[in-house]
């Protein structure tokens, strides 16, 4: 699965800028612009996430206040603080609070992204090919799941793939087409409605009642989004 980077970043330019060239770097990113935004995300997200790259100068919650509570959430979570503020003491007091690299702005793009690179290479550990979630498990080494009823499955091949296709990319939609050729060789005859098979099946897998779907979505006309 890609690595996830929460990059907490109040300047929309500069956000959107860092989160696309990481994308380009393939990692999954998502974009906090307030501390209230970066709290909820990191609730939600930090059993998936690799790296926070945390601005120091947020409108509600400073980053430093954030730090504390990331790494009380999760103590070995990477972090790498990015702010304007360039005195010595700040950049000590952010290693203090278990922060592992300060990056001052301005700042060059190419060195960051090595900079997250060798952070999380130094710091991930051994992957655990299981997603869990709800009660429920996905093992996409072994190809087994546990059910919502606690039932223990093997699935095909293609269907662990879209799987883990979904829970790489929480809450973002991925378009049929995406789907298709990433799980399909050319000369398959692919359908939306194979497609749609799937997803009924895994709502019966996953779901405690599969007509109102919680975690697997059907967005009309586009596509598929898995949402924990």
């Known amino acids: 699965m890609p690595q996830h980077i929460l990059v907490v970043e109040d300047e929309e330019n500069l956000a959107d800028t860092i989160a696309l060239n990481l994308k380009l770097e393939h990692y999954t990113v998502t974009v906090a612009r307030t501390g209230n935004q970066a709290m909820d995300a990191f609730k939600q997200l930090h059993a998936q996430l690799s790296l926070v790259l945390l601005d120091v100068m ?36 952010g290693l203090k609070l278990g922060a592992d690299d300060y990056i001052t702005k301005p700042f060059d793009l190419e060195e960051l992204l090595l900079r997250i690179h060798n952070l999380i290479r130094r710091t991930q550990k051994e992957s655990v090919p299981v997603f869990s979630f709800n009660g429920c498990e996905i093992n996409f080494q072994t190809f087994e799941i546990v059910d919502v009823h606690g039932q223990r ?46 997803i009924l099946g895994f709502r019966k897998y996953f779901e405690k009642n599969p007509r109102e779907p919680m975690h697997f979505h059907s967005i009309r006309g586009v596509g598929y989004k898995f949402v924990t």
């Open 153 to 198: 499955q093997t699935l095909s091949k293609r269907e662990i793939g879209l799987l883990e296709l979904l829970t790489s990319n929480i809450n973002k939609v991925i378009s049929r087409d995406e789907i298709i050729e990433k799980l399909w060789d050319v000369n398959e005859n692919a359908s939306s409605r194979t497609i749609d098979n799937y």
């Open 58 to 93: 947020l409108p509600d919650i400073n980053g430093f206040e954030l730090c504390k509570e990331f790494k009380t959430l999760s103590p070995d979570m990477p972090v790498i603080f990015l702010t304007a503020k360039n005195q010595t003491a700040d950049k000590i007091g």
